[in-house]
């Protein structure tokens, strides 16, 4: 079975300052992909990164970087140059070598930018 | 742009109420998803299905059924709701693709249902 785990529930960062989302995962595949999306208020999941577990260097898009530590399992969100606009929820989530090819989810870390 | 469409963005039903929930995906994807989202506890699959006709069971079916008689459509069904269904409902949808691979999920823009 795969576990998602997001230990921060919620978190403050000052607008233009770096943030990093937390993530730790548990499988037993030794092949899997890692994912990022994004939930503003408006409800709509907008995926933002995704890192494949043989990828030797980390992935990033824009603002956005992940943090793979294979060693210690863990799959950090890191934003960079925080704006308003990223207020919202992100999701941690990951894909093993299952049927369907559906996405494991964690709890979720809703993040407010402060002006 | 792939469109991932859930019939209604607010829905209230009565306890005991027959609910359908309906996705329509456009782009041709094979697997289709069904995820509860709920405060704390992020997103719970529910039911997927990888073909027509075919539905696997995901995390947490109980009180729940899928149908899936066209690609395009998958269909969530509460025979009896309950107030414990009140929650988010987002359907998902990507093609198939081999094992770990890096096909995103689209999600539609999910349907809050309340059951009163």
């Known amino acids: 079975a795969q576990k998602i785990t997001q230990t921060q529930p919620g978190m403050f960062v000052q607008e233009k300052e770096a943030v990093t989302l937390d993530c730790t995962y548990d499988t037993s595949d030794q092949s899997y992909g890692l994912f990022w999306y994004k939930q503003p208020s408006s409800g709509e999941m907008i995926f933002l990164i995704y890192q494949g577990s043989y990828d030797e260097q980390n992935a990033t898009e824009g603002r956005y970087s992940l943090n793979f530590q294979k060693a210690r399992k863990s799959a950090n969100l890191v934003i960079s140059a925080s704006q308003l606009g990223d207020s919202a929820m992100y999701f941690c989530?990951?894909?093993?070598?299952?049927?369907?090819?559906?996405?494991?989810f964690g709890g979720g870390t809703r993040l407010m930018v402060k002006p | 742009d792939v469109k991932v469409t859930q019939s209604s963005r607010y829905l209230v039903k009565r306890t005991g109420e027959k609910v359908f929930l309906e996705c329509v995906q456009d782009m041709d994807h094979e697997n289709m998803f069904w995820y509860r989202q709920d405060p704390g506890l992020g997103l719970r699959l529910i039911y997927f299905s990888y073909d027509v006709k075919m539905k696997e069971k995901g995390d947490i079916p109980e009180g729940y059924s899928v149908s899936r008689e066209k690609k395009e459509r998958f269909s969530l069904i509460l025979e009896s709701a309950s107030t414990n269904q009140t929650s988010m409902y987002l359907c998902a949808s990507t093609p198939m693709t081999g094992g770990y691979g890096g096909e995103k999920l689209f999600f539609g823009s999910g349907t809050q249902l309340s059951v009163l």
């Open positions: 989530a990951m894909r093993g070598n299952n049927a369907g090819n559906m996405l494991t």
